[in-house]
Structure formats: C-alpha cells, structure tokens
C-alpha cells in the first residue's frame, strides 16, 4: 500500500512548523495539521527577545508567521484541522481528521502542552500583559517590579528562585500550608530574602486597566486586594498526548523519545512540549523539529529501500 503523504506533522507550533520546513527541504510530501491558530502557544509571547538572529522583539505570532511562509515556501501543505486519531496499520499512518483521513509513512507529533489555569477571572485576558506562565520567558519584563508566583511545587518553587534573581518584591501564594516541592528546594524559597511566602492563601482574581495592577488574594477565608506588576502561574502542565496512545510515557504523561525523537511507535515522533525535555523553549522545539524531520527522512527512505548506504 502507497501512503498520500511521506510526513504529516500534527501541530503548528515553532517546534511543528520547523519540522514542515525541513521536510519539505528533504524533497517529502510534507502536510501540517493545526486546529486552532499557527503558532500555538507561542502566540501567547507578546515580546520575543531571546529568539537568535532577531535582535528587535518581535511577537511569537509574528515569528511563527514567518515561519509558516518559510516551510510554504518549500512545499508544505497547511491545513486547518483537527486531528481525531492516529493509528498504524503494518507500515502505513492513518491519520482522522474532521475533513478526512489521510495516510502517510511517517508522523511528527507537536502537539504540546497546556498550562493548568486557575480558572480566575482576569486571568485569560492579561496573559502576555502581566500573567505569564514561563519565568524564563517573561521575567526580564518585570526587573525590579512587584511579581506573585502562584504554586507550591518543583516548578513553582525553581521558577520563583528565578525570577528572586530579577526582583527583590516577590509574593508566593500557595493554597496548603506547606510546599509539595522537594525539601532543599523549599527550604531554598523560605530562606530567600527577596522572596515573601504566604501559605494558606489563594488567587481568585486578577485584574487592570491595560496591563495586571492587583490580584485579589483569599487567605484563611480573608479576601484583600495586592498591588502587583504580574501574577506568574506554575500550578502543573497537562501534555497533549492523546493522538501518542501507543507511544510509551513517563509519570507525568511525556512522551518518552530518544536523541532522534523516535518514540517507542516506529515512525512516530515527538517534539517540543509533547516529549520528556528537561528545557522548554521556542527555540527548543525549532531544534526539536528540525532533528525529527531528519530522523523521519532516514526512516522513510530506508521503509522505501532508498537509505544511502
């Protein structure tokens, strides 16, 4: 059986969007499946200053518009989609979309993650405007301002370490009356000067004119109202992996990948948020991307008899 396409690539994120340019460079029929807006959650990042080679912010919208254009430029097909199901019959990807299934010899998933939300009014609407989700992604953006770190685990616990570095005003707020966080990690939180620890108190508000100027903070049943420049939220991340169900994952539901992005599914890849990645970046996943549709290249000429040997 002849598969429709060589790649399909599920997601249109930076990480997606890298992998539809290098396959399509590596002369594969290459179609990207989005559901929803080019860029995923990078369309989220109001100023990108980090990204190499752009030395002017620009926003992770723009970027991955940039991006779309490029990988369209080699012959990428874009479709704006959901994808249903993904399942392998012998050597050949069935791929249910609302619009259809389409077959291919070959996989990338980037579908990603999401950050838990707190569900809070105002929270949806300053995100890129003083709520954030990524210490390493916005942080610099509030040198020296008044920050509450929302989260009381691993990761809330480092990323507040991290932005005490930037500022010397951070409020953290966790609804128990101790951190879930390893012990010497929590131990280092409660130890830092530039870090104010609230136990027992929750946010159940955020809200401003333009931009986050105050949270409304519940502690022990008393609501008051806290000035703050931005509300960082690190209360857990829910990958994406329910197009991965025969692919093998870690505790935290990860997929699981080696160095060429392979799962334990033979021709199924991962990328960026999706996989088990100790760093979690936009230019991560490009890196991502570009290394699957490499190792999607090498397993699709070798299924075709047409390795280089």
Not at 47 to 59: M, R, T
Not at 95 to 108: D, K, L
Not at 127 to 150: E, H, L, M, P
Not at 282 to 288: F, K, L, Q, S, Y
């Amino acid at each position: 059986m002849k598969a429709e396409k060589d790649l399909i690539i599920i997601g249109a994120g930076p990480g997606g969007l890298t992998a539809a340019q290098y396959g399509a460079r590596a002369n594969l029929s290459t179609a990207i499946f989005e559901e929803s807006s080019i860029g995923g959650q990078a369309v989220n990042i109001g100023e990108l200053e980090n990204y190499p080679g752009f030395p002017e912010a620009l926003s992770g919208g723009e970027l991955c518009q940039k991006m779309k254009v490029q990988a369209e430029r080699f012959g990428a097909e874009f479709h704006s989609s959901s994808v249903l199901s993904v399942k392998k019959h012998d050597d050949i990807f069935s791929v249910e979309t609302e619009s259809g299934t389409v077959t291919a010899y070959a996989v990338i998933l980037a579908t990603g993650s999401r950050h838990r939300m707190l569900d809070v009014p105002g929270e949806k609407e300053f995100i890129g405007r003083g709520v954030s989700y990524c210490a390493s992604c916005d942080g610099f953006f509030f040198r020296n301002k008044k920050i509450i770190v929302v989260g009381g685990g691993d990761t809330a616990c480092s990323e507040a370490l991290a932005l005490a570095k930037l500022s010397d005003k951070i409020i953290m707020i966790h609804r128990k009356d101790r951190f879930r966080a390893q012990k010497a990690l929590a131990e280092r939180v409660l130890s830092n000067r530039n870090i104010e620890v609230r136990f027992n108190t929750i946010c159940t508000e955020i809200g401003g004119k333009n931009k986050v100027e105050y949270a409304i903070l519940e502690e022990n049943r008393i609501k008051y109202e806290q000035d703050t420049d931005a509300v960082f939220i690190f209360t857990g991340i829910i990958p994406q992996n329910v197009l991965a169900a025969d692919a093998a994952k870690d505790a935290g539901g990860y997929v699981i990948t080696d160095a060429y992005m392979n799962t334990s599914v033979k021709g199924l890849f991962a990328i960026g948020d999706l996989r088990n990645s100790p760093f979690r970046q936009v230019i991560t996943a490009c890196g991502d991307g570009a290394v699957a549709a490499h190792s999607a290249a090498d397993y699709i000429d070798a299924l075709k008899g047409e390795a280089y040997i």
